[in-house]
């Protein structure tokens, strides 16, 4: 199943004429999740990918810049006459806050729900699931992980046929783990494959809690407002250095890291590069690149711009 990041704002609190506020869209086979809605994402996405009928929104905190886009989108489903229910969750005082927000997009037929989210309490969605941990930043703020399944192990047809096995039904048996004419599952299925892992920070001064969270994490989404020569000012508002990220991704031995939630100050290649000193395979996108995640022994995560 195809799983990809499309990154629809990568800006701070305040946008630039390349960087929207934050927004990242998670594409996974049918499945369209946002994480964040800054305002303007809908015209972002209109813009490139199109508005697609999100499945679910996560809100990683209650700042004005990861949320304010959500009203006017939910207002354009409406009107556009979206049929299928949409949850947004998001930390405690999600619901509060947007059921004052109802003036603005009423009360859509398409079955609007809010949900307050506590740590550690998982979403699924069919194969994969959504965790909140709590994050450093100003008031309750929340990273995600995402997380598949672990898979099956491969399925050695050609073995099972050698050791008399017949092709067909018996093979789903087989794949099952039942025994088949003497033949046991683990002669022919491999050890389980492992699912793919994404962590989203959201904003966040560097914890460890997300080490924890992205231990050994396809791609680590990670804040990066400032340069390493503004520490003292990322340490005042609880954001992180492009440096302490790297150092994040480092300890927590990621595959990739992806910077976001830059200041308007950068253009972004000074931040790669510091980061790239610490945690070489870092990457900065753009507003409308991709981040293409296949599955682990099928490559390495890659930025499509």
Not at 157 to 181: H, Y
């Amino acid at each position: 199943m195809d799983l990809s990041l499309f990154f629809a704002g990568t800006a701070g609190s305040v946008p630039s004429a390349r960087r929207g506020l934050p927004a990242l869209l998670v594409r996974r086979g049918s499945e369209r999740i946002l994480i964040d809605c800054g305002e303007g994402t809908q015209r972002q996405l209109v813009r490139s990918v199109g508005l697609a009928d999100l499945t679910d929104v996560f809100l990683t905190h209650l700042h004005a810049d990861h949320w304010l886009g959500l009203p006017g989108m939910l207002k354009s489903f409406e009107l556009r006459d979206r049929e299928k229910p949409l949850t947004v969750h998001g930390p405690p005082g999600t619901a509060a806050l947007l059921e004052r927000m109802r003036p603005v997009y009423g009360r859509p037929r398409y079955g609007l729900t809010f949900r307050d989210l506590e740590p550690d309490e998982a979403i699924r969605r069919d194969d994969l699931q959504i965790v909140p941990f709590a994050v450093r930043h100003r008031g309750t703020a929340f990273g995600y992980v995402l997380v598949e399944d672990t898979r099956p192990g491969r399925f050695d047809a050609e073995l099972a046929a050698r050791l008399g096995v017949t092709p067909g039904p018996d093979f789903g048996r087989l794949q099952r783990g039942e025994t088949v004419a003497g033949v046991a599952p683990e002669q022919v299925v491999g050890q389980p494959r492992r699912g793919r892992r994404v962590v989203v920070t959201g904003d966040t001064a560097p914890t460890d809690a997300v080490v924890v969270a992205a231990h050994r994490a396809d791609v680590l989404v990670h804040e990066a407002t400032f340069a390493h020569e503004e520490a003292d000012r990322a340490a005042q508002t609880l954001h992180s250095t492009a440096r302490q990220a790297a150092q994040v991704a480092a300890d927590a031995d990621v595959r990739l890291l992806v910077l976001t939630h830059l200041s308007s100050r950068y253009s972004g290649g000074e931040i790669r590069d510091e980061a790239r000193a610490v945690f070489a395979d870092t990457e900065v996108p753009r507003d409308f690149d991709t981040i293409e995640i296949p599955l682990p022994e099928r490559g390495e995560p890659e930025l499509v711009r």
